[in-house]
């Protein structure tokens, strides 16, 4: 399990590649669909990929990446990518940032130099981070991936290894959202003594159903319609959830073969779950959302990272004890208002040793991408109080 320093470049053939595949696009038409009803627009794909392809700067994304030091490690015999960030400060915290689908770890970019290095981005020294930020497995550049049955229980137990085994920490924190709130809810439930906090941008409880286990009449004078709106953006999740779970290498001949067809499946994703008024760059950037979609295209990543959800579904037994609070280390929840899964603050108190709850004054799924400032303020708040 020794680490080796990666450079991640994508290589002057690979871009002439991508761009030439762009070229060559065989557009299938598109009518009666401005608002996006029957899925991804033409007419914004075609402006979208038109900038991909001749005004994206690979060069400049290549060194983004770069600037920061890259690691890869084999544990048991699954290979992880990942950043670790020495922090800048007295007593710097070990700090694990795990991200989602269609997330990739490059989702953290603009909390990274907050977080490691506060006092140069208008902070306190004191609250600052060691940053260990993997890829999941399967999902860029955590690869190849060769084994089956990597799910959420498997990469928790891994990330332990990680942080401690590989890099010799103590205990540590961990935040997520997506497949990585996932992770951190396993972590704070499995793994409390190794933690000092879990923070969540996702309310992930293990025992609760989001469609039976809770009602309308469970959430308080301050959550009127949280379940309402959980109905209606769970419902647009379930496409890619149907093809995830059931037969995703069927769908990844497609994607792995078409940057078009790539870039339609996860930039619609993109879209429906992110906070903004019809314009997804309003929300996240152009140059960020295709940063992502280029680690997907050149990390070959697209195929493994869809069965993720396969693995789990198949494997979906996470809980390990039977003492309540099941998220026994502190727990932190940061709710996002056009985020997917709203839980009542009353229900996350019984599931979680809850120590912060904060409702957020805008920000959607992608919360590290989308509103990285309240993100950070609230990671270094509530961590303050576990040093």
Do not use: C
């Not at 544990?75 to 070990?94: E, S």
């Not at 332990?160 to 997520?176: K, P, T």
């Amino acid at each position: 399990m020794e680490p080796e320093r990666m450079h991640i470049e994508f290589g002057a053939d690979a871009v002439a590649d991508l761009r030439d595949r762009l070229s060559r696009t065989r557009w299938p038409g598109d009518f009666g669909n401005d608002d996006w009803r029957y899925g991804a627009n033409q007419d914004w794909m075609q402006e979208t990929l038109a900038y991909w392809r001749d005004g994206f700067d690979f060069a400049g994304l290549e060194a983004a990446l770069n600037r920061w030091e890259h690691y890869r490690v084999v544990i048991d015999d699954v290979p992880i990518h990942y950043l670790h960030i020495r922090g800048k400060g007295p007593d710097p915290m070990p700090l694990v940032l795990t991200h989602g689908w269609p997330w990739t770890f490059w989702d953290f970019q603009h909390v990274l130099g907050p977080l490691s290095d506060p006092a140069a981005h208008g902070g306190d020294p004191a609250d600052a981070f060691d940053l260990i930020v993997p890829a999941l497995p399967g999902y860029p550049y955590s690869g190849p991936l060769t084994d089956t049955g990597i799910n959420v229980r498997e990469t928790a137990a891994r990330w332990v290894r990680l942080v401690q085994d590989v890099l010799g920490y103590g205990r540590f924190g961990v935040h997520g959202g997506d497949w990585g709130a996932s992770v951190t809810a396993q972590l704070a439930h499995e793994y409390a003594d190794r933690l000092v906090g879990a923070h969540l941008s996702l309310p992930v409880l293990l025992s609760i159903s989001y469609y039976s286990g809770l009602s309308a009449d469970m959430y308080g004078p301050d959550e009127e319609g949280w379940f309402e709106k959980m109905q209606r953006r769970m419902a647009t999740a379930n496409a890619h959830v149907a093809v995830h779970t059931t037969d995703p290498q069927t769908l990844a001949y497609a994607l792995n073969d078409s940057p078009a067809g790539l870039a339609a499946w996860i930039l619609e994703r993109r879209r429906l779950w992110s906070d903004h008024d019809g314009d997804v760059f309003d929300a996240i950037s152009r140059d960020d959302l295709l940063a992502g979609l280029s680690l997907y295209w050149f990390g070959g990543a697209i195929g493994t990272s869809m069965r993720y959800y396969w693995e789990q579904w198949k494997n979906p037994v996470r809980i390990m004890h039977d003492r309540m609070p099941e998220l026994e280390a502190p727990t932190a929840i940061a709710v996002f208002p056009n985020d997917l899964i709203f839980v009542p603050r009353a229900v996350a108190e019984r599931h979680a040793n809850l120590h912060r709850w904060t409702v957020m004054p805008r920000g959607g799924h992608f919360a590290a991408a989308e509103e990285p400032d309240l993100l950070v303020d609230d990671l270094r708040a509530f961590f303050r109080d576990l040093r």
